[in-house]
């Protein structure tokens, strides 16, 4: 979102409202004498309603709509509306729509950021946290401090360590960010109601929904931003005026699955286009990258412009002549609505200058009004309505921040363990000094997008739960870190202790949104604060990163004083206490990283540079584990555990025929051939593929004293060599619960036509024949696809 002085000015007066527990239920159209219009009529199909709400406006009640600020048509009886509301990892007060000044709910609960969630590779625990925020979103728009369209997820791919916003993504694999996204989506608006009987509110939500029309939605969520949007601001480029230049296979499949997965299977009822232009168009004006989620995905919902990105389209990108093309072809595009005024204050003259068409505006506003309608904003008063009953006593509720704080014991990742120094031994540890500027952080844990947390508890707090003996020294004055100064003091209370933990890393000094990184070390004096404090300690310390990109934290894992590294990326409110169970023993770590952590050297790449895929001859490494081919600090997928796992597998074909189940072989599927390798297009292998799907039967064995959750991953390479073939991709993975020195036995579905094809450099889809490598760990299978 960008500061325009209306943002500002909207911030400005949230924030100095006297604050007041007075609830303030939302106002609502269809009341008498109001009440009588078709659109009013529950019991007319949407589409019909949408259209008798269209038919009721004049030109200018229709231009008014096109603003986020939808300030209401009193002549109708309908009251203002404000669409843009935030829910990243927890209601944040990023948007307008969201107040925790005004009302009866002060805060909410602040689940981690999504990176962190994201490395317990737990797609119920995901859903769960979804569903979670959907109910507090619901209890806020019940009294007056929500809106119910909310734009998130942030399902972008995090391609670069520096971007100052892949926090807020679930990290660098497109199948791991498109699980993510529908999970998220689909728990959110309400399909995720797997709970059925008479526990009241679930019960109660799922009847409510049930009820409707079978597209009802509890809140509206958004995936964003469409499309290859990944770059805040590095060098010259800003993600105002960037133009990312994407190769068709990089966009197939890599930058449109998270997408293609968040609409077709999510069933998300929004799309939001961001600022950069993707090949030359900028995302908001461009026709076919829209209207392809339409028409190719079955998207059925808004779109909205990231805020201020139809004014981009001039004023940054210079792709129109006036401000008046601009509204044209984003309108003409498939932009329902502008985050901002720019279409409020351009669209007429635009109509004037016969660039925009009455028609192309009500288009838009049948999209708007739709989600409206599925929402329920025209059924009659919410509080009577299918989530009425929700309210201040479902806000910050114990299951909540149990899920909060499951957040973080299943995604923290335990990045080195020498001699299994962790876990420290309970009522053994007589001291302990804890240094670092995060570490007495609360609402700083939370990263970007996050809200007014309901109970935060810093890392130090967490650790004085289980030794009273804790000492604190910040040792940096901040995180940015540009003075040792401070450095004495720790020294001094960290010889005193008998066990040190050191908390260095990040925060949105350092990474946010308009602010990438150009170093991958830890800022400024910090890692002198790490050696010294390592060097001077009675024992070896821990150290304990914050932050959502990856650090180049090599000199840590060379030093044997530096015994243990936790990664803990924005853990919000429950941080502190999950933390310290951690490094106690109480939970076991079980977190993956979902991004590569790259070296320093890697700096040396152009951020400007989308392509995924290595170019030799211009010394360009790729990104990500598909196609990186540089050396890394820490691979995409780690993570220890207390205890130590062994995989095998168990069961899986070695051979799969293409017309197996077919009695008389087709004609229309041709082999065809790259250089010795054959290969088939999937997209003419249709109902072919059913016979290409099988199962691999996994056996996990867990040979510590400790219980846990154990991550299986399985990926596969491709037979032959492709051009721009991945040198593995993940094809599924899943989160298992184990028992101490026990076998824990899971089962993995791979559809070869999804999981083992690979796009070819004109962007098709195609499934090599041959033998597919299946991974895990180290065990390798071998299966053959064969005709
Ligand atoms: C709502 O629409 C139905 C179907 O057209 C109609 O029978 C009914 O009378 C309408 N109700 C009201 C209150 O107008
Ligand atoms: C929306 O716009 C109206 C009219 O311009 C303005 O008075 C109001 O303050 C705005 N509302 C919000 C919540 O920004
Ligand atoms: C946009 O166009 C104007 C006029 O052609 C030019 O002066 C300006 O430098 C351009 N801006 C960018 C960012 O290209
Ligand atoms: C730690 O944070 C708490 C709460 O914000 C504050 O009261 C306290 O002074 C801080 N401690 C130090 C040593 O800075
Ligand atoms: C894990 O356990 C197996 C079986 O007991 C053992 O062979 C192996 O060395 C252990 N690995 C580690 C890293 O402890
Ligand atoms: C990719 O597939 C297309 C089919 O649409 C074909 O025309 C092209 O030759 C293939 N490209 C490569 C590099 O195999």
């Given at each position: 979102m960008s500061t325009t002085t209306t943002v500002i000015f909207l911030l400005f007066i949230t924030f100095t409202t006297i604050p007041t527990s007075q609830s303030n239920p939302p106002k609502f159209p269809c009341q008498p004498p109001h009440n009588s219009y078709p659109f009013c009529n529950t019991t007319l199909p949407i589409q019909q309603r949408a259209h008798s709400l269209l038919s009721l406006l004049t030109l200018s009640d229709k231009i008014n709509r096109l603003s986020n600020n939808d300030t209401g048509i009193p002549r109708l009886g309908i009251p203002p509306y404000e669409w843009w509301s935030e829910s990243?990892?927890?209601?944040?007060?990023?948007?307008?729509?969201?107040?925790?000044?005004?009302?009866?709910?002060?805060a909410a609960t602040g689940f981690p950021q999504v990176i962190l969630t994201t490395s317990s590779f737990d797609r119920t625990l995901w859903g769960s946290i979804a569903s979670a925020i959907a109910v507090e979103a619901r209890a806020m728009y019940n009294v007056g401090?929500?809106?119910?369209t909310f734009w998130a997820p942030t399902i972008n791919v995090f391609r670069d360590p520096r971007w100052g916003r892949g926090q807020e993504t679930p990290g660098e694999d497109p199948v791991v960010v498109g699980a993510y996204a529908v999970e998220y989506v689909d728990g959110f608006q309400g399909g995720n109601l797997k709970f059925v009987g008479d526990d009241k509110k679930v019960g109660r939500r799922r009847r409510a929904l049930a009820g409707g029309d079978g597209d009802g939605l509890m809140v509206s969520a958004c995936c964003k931003h469409f499309s290859a949007y990944d770059l805040e601001k590095w060098g010259i480029y800003a993600r105002y005026n960037f133009n990312a230049i994407v190769t068709k296979q990089d966009m197939q499949d890599t930058y449109e699955p998270p997408f293609r997965s968040c609409i077709q299977e999510g069933k998300a009822s929004c799309l939001m286009c961001s600022y950069n232009a993707v090949n030359g168009i900028p995302a908001c004006a461009d026709h076919n990258l829209l209207q392809k989620a339409r028409t190719q995905w079955g998207f059925d919902g808004y779109i909205t412009s990231d805020c201020d990105a139809v004014a981009t389209i001039y004023e940054y990108q210079n792709y129109t002549k006036s401000p008046e093309d601009a509204v044209a072809i984003a309108l003409k595009a498939g932009t329902d609505i502008n985050c901002g005024t720019y279409m409020l204050r351009h669209t007429m003259s635009a109509i004037d200058k016969g660039k925009v068409e009455e028609e192309d505006i009500d288009k838009a506003l049948l999209n708007l009004f739709a989600v409206q309608l599925r929402l329920g904003l025209f059924d009659g008063d919410p509080l009577n309505g299918r989530f009425g009953k929700l309210g201040p006593a479902d806000v910050c509720i114990s299951d909540h921040k149990k899920l909060a704080m499951e957040a973080v014991r299943q995604g923290t990742v335990l990045l080195k363990n020498d001699n299994k120094f962790l876990p420290l031994q309970k009522n053994v540890v007589s001291s302990l000094a804890v240094i670092g500027p995060?570490?007495?952080?609360t609402n700083d844990?939370?990263?970007?997008?996050?809200?007014?947390?309901c109970s935060p508890t810093s890392i130090v707090e967490g650790l004085k739960r289980y030794v009273k003996k804790t000492t604190y020294s910040s040792g940096c004055l901040d995180v940015a870190c540009t003075s040792n100064a401070g450095f004495a003091e720790a020294v001094s209370i960290s010889q005193e202790a008998d066990f040190v933990i050191v908390v260095a890393g990040l925060d949105l000094t350092q990474e946010t949104e308009d602010r990438d990184r150009y170093s991958l070390l830890l800022p400024g004096y910090q890692t002198a604060l790490v050696t010294t404090i390592a060097a001077t300690s009675k024992k070896p310390i821990v150290l304990v990163l914050t932050g959502g990109g990856p650090l180049d934290v090599s000199f840590a894992q060379a030093d044997p004083r530096v015994a243990s590294v936790i990664w803990v990326g924005y853990?919000?409110?429950a941080g502190g206490r999950a933390l310290a169970e951690i490094i106690f023993g109480d939970c076991n770590p079980s977190g993956k990283l979902p991004v590569t952590w790259y070296p320093e050297a890697f700096t040396r790449v152009p951020m400007n540079n989308m392509n995924m895929r290595p170019d030799r001859s211009h010394h360009y490494p790729g990104r990500t584990y598909r196609f990186y081919t540089g050396d890394t600090v820490y691979r995409f997928g780690y993570g220890l555990s207390y205890s130590n796992y062994t995989h095998s597998i168990l069961s899986a074909p070695d051979t799969l025929r293409?017309?197996?189940?077919?009695k008389t072989e087709s004609n229309n599927i041709l082999q065809r051939k790259e250089g010795f390798y054959n290969y088939l297009y999937v997209d003419e292998l249709e109902e072919h593929c059913d016979s290409l799907r099988f199962q691999v039967e996994i056996s996990v064995t867990n040979h510590g004293p400790f219980d846990g959750g154990a991550v299986v991953m399985v990926f596969a390479r491709a037979p032959g060599s492709f051009k721009g073939a991945p040198l593995k991709q993940l094809v599924e993975f899943e989160r298992v619960h184990t028992v101490s020195y026990k076998d824990t036995k899971t089962r993995i579905l791979v559809d070869s036509c999804k999981h083992l094809s690979i796009v070819n450099e004109s962007g098709r889809t195609i499934l090599p024949l041959g033998d597919h490598t299946l991974l895990l760990d180290d065990i390798e299978h071998v299966v053959s696809i064969v005709m």
């Open positions: 990243l990892h927890g209601i944040a007060s990023n948007g307008p729509g969201v107040s925790f000044q005004v009302g009866p709910i002060p401090q929500a809106g119910l995060m570490a007495n952080a844990l939370g990263g970007g997008y996050t809200g007014v947390p853990p919000g409110e293409v017309f197996k189940s077919f």
